[in-house]
């Protein structure tokens, strides 16, 4: 029980940071990257395409450098990513290359998902590393936000 | 036979990026974006993953995030990739999102490549861009220079 409302307060930043994202006009995806060990937060973003005009500026990517930068190495094998939205291709095959232990994430994404959806990157024979997947928390309030946004964005 | 002769020189750009890379004890990987109406060279840059202690430095991502700082837009739809090694799913992934119009890869990546192996992400039917592609130019040398880096790791 206690375990859960932990999981739960993780991805309630991860909607909080999505929030602040929509604020600024971004696509409203949150990321918060935890070590297992100590529980300390060493990311926390949101996604910033439109203001940086870099395509590849999701959150996970963000909080991927900023962890990496937190631990000084390239290896997030002792750490758990909160995120909004499921992972696309490129977040997922960036999650995999940082060997991350868990991929936490709110609302699946059946356009452009990449874990439950799509490739099913963590499924193919080819991947180096599979984390333990938890999908779907939170997901309805993740999912509203996006529908908030885009429904906005007409 | 003219476009042939181009095409062949910008990899040769990029294979000299790549072996520049394993004199600095990088995966040898190197990547070329070019403006297919200028004809410019807007990146030029090689897998930088160990120095930066970054997993997702590698070559196509260095390069985009060269190319959109050159143009000062997040969309590369007039730009060209060539990169020694047939790119990975975060860096194809990467591609679509960046609406790149075409890419050129050496040699083929069975284990980690995601345009011809693994995933086949271009082929799936939730990607939302589709490059053109041209795969094993100059194939044999950029899959010796891998060889040979590996077998000197070892």
């Known amino acids: 029980m206690t375990q859960q409302a932990k999981i739960y307060d993780f991805m309630a930043d991860a909607l909080a940071l999505a929030e602040e994202a929509m604020g600024q006009g971004e696509v409203p995806v949150g990321a918060v990257i935890v070590h297992h060990v100590t529980g300390a937060v060493i990311a926390a973003t949101h996604n910033l395409v439109e203001r940086t005009q870099d395509c590849t500026a999701h959150a996970e990517m963000l909080a ?6 937190a631990l000084g190495t390239k ?30 994430y709110g609302a699946e994404d059946k356009k452009g998902g990449a874990v439950d959806n799509g490739p099913h990157l963590f499924n193919q024979p080819t991947i180096h590393h599979r984390p333990e997947i938890y999908g779907g928390l939170s997901a309805d309030k993740a999912a509203a936000l996006l529908t908030q946004f885009f429904k906005e964005k007409r």
Chains 1, 2 share one sequence.
């Open 64 to 69: 991927i450098a900023q962890a990496q930068e």
């Open 75 to 104: 290896s997030l094998s002792a750490c758990d990513i909160w995120v909004s939205l499921e992972p696309c291709a490129m977040c997922a095959g960036a999650l995999a290359h940082a060997r991350i232990r868990r991929i936490y």
